[in-house]
């Protein structure tokens, strides 16, 4: 067998003519060794991408040899992934909430951590929320447009907006929409949080930067030198993010209306103080599967 590309050492070759399953394998043992979460995961979604093949046909196929165009396309992509570079970010799209979502250079890499805020905003509103009629929805700081698409998706009469500071995160969040068929109930608009919007709405949402930005420099590589720094830094604090949808939320939420936000470890207390500051007061917390109180239920005085 020829190598087609080597990645860093004999044992990282890609080969035409090496089986389907010797390359995942081949490739799992290279990210182990350069310490990544999930290796196998990862060889298996690259080869998978690069063949066109789901989990199943990968299984099926096992046996199938690679070709040299094959070959040398897992090789360059698996370069990539040996950088940091996130899955997400080198096929250009990531599941959440069981939908695909396209993302860019501009917008975060929707993470399961935020399906949090998705599952307390919909137990918010009660079992029947399928039916409930009418309802306004705002995401600030809509990104992939992954929080607001989620939720249209789930409460079938209601209508959206989403805001985000950069036209090309919007570009991003209007094709999911588009994607998606949920064009007709979502729209999105180019300001700082709320600043374009008059409001009221029923529910605002949101995930916003509330990363210290001292604090930058320690995330892991696929966060901190692919994801838009804008979407992580909340200032010398983490905080301003929701200092800025405080100061919006008497005109943006309707009297009674729901506010759920994304937390960072540790900033429920604070977060709860300043959204009570301006009379939005907490409801209930949800934790993600980590422990981590990471969703802030919160309503507004009727």
Known sequence: MNPILRLSGP?????????????????????????????GLDARIIVGHVLGFDRTALAAHSNRVLTPEEAASIAELSVRRLGREPVARILGHKEFWGLPFKVNAHTLVPRPETETVVEATLSSLG????????????????????????????????????????????LCA?????????????????????????????????????????DIASLEPEVRDFDPRRALDGGPDGLDGYRAIASDADR???????????????????????????????????????????????????
């Open 11 to 39: 044992d990282a070759d890609v080969y035409a003519g090496a089986s389907i399953d010797a390359t995942q394998r081949q490739l799992t043992r290279k990210f182990r060794l350069r310490g990544l979460d999930a290796p």
């Open 127 to 170: 079992r029947d929320h399928r039916k409930r009629r009418g309802l306004s929805i705002v995401d600030l700081g809509t990104g992939s447009g992954a929080l607001l698409l989620a939720l249209l998706s789930e409460v079938e009469s209601a209508f959206g907006i989403g805001t985000d500071i950069s036209f090309t995160a919007l």
């Open 252 to 302: 943006l939420l309707a009297p009674g209306g729901v506010l759920v936000l994304e937390l960072g470890q540790g900033q429920l207390g604070t977060v709860t103080s300043i959204f009570a500051a301006v009379g939005v007061e907490l409801v209930t917390t949800r934790y993600d599967l980590s422990g981590i109180p990471r969703a802030a239920v919160m309503r507004a005085r009727s």
């Open 174 to 214: 209007r094709d999911n929409a588009a994607a998606l068929d949920l064009s007709a109930r979502a729209s999105f608009v180019a300001c700082n949080y709320g600043a374009g919007l008059s409001g009221p709405a029923d529910i605002l949402v949101s995930n916003p930067p509330y990363v210290a930005c001292g």
